[in-house]
């Protein structure tokens, strides 16, 4: 029922920018903390940013701070990623998370709920 879709991932040139969408359906934002995660082929699991249900909270990992801009749209169920100044070793499958909790937590263990991924490559 609770079903978690990312899309906007493609191939983009170093500098370049995307912007991801993950959407919602058999939840609300309201009852989580939504995520951004992404995994290397080989690599394990990273966190790359977080944000509250009410949008007030943000969180970034350390390799995409200043770079990415997480936010979220409650009347369309929607979380977004804004990527910026894209670099080869963020080339990754990027998936969304939900995580209900009260406090952001980093540990993909943590997370209920993932979709299925969206590629992001970009070339040097």
């Known amino acids: 029922q609770v079903q978690l879709v990312e899309v906007g991932g493609g191939l983009v040139q170093a500098g370049g920018s995307l912007r991801l969408s993950c959407a919602a359906s058999?939840?609300?934002?309201?009852?989580?903390?939504m995520g951004w995660f992404r995994q290397a082929p080989g690599n394990e699991r990273e966190f790359v940013s977080a944000i509250s249900w009410n949008g007030r909270n943000t969180y970034y990992g350390d390799s995409v701070k200043g770079r990415f801009t997480i936010s979220r749209d409650l009347a369309k169920n929607m979380v977004y990623l804004q990527m910026n100044s894209l670099k080869p070793e963020d080339s990754a499958v990027y998936y969304c998370?939900?995580?209900?909790?009260?406090?952001?937590?980093?540990?993909?263990?943590?997370?209920?709920?993932w979709g299925q991924g969206t590629q992001v490559t970009v070339s040097s």
């Open positions: 998370a939900a995580d209900r909790s009260p406090t952001l937590r980093l540990g993909e263990s943590y997370y209920d709920y």
């Open positions: 058999g939840l609300t934002l309201r009852s989580y903390f």
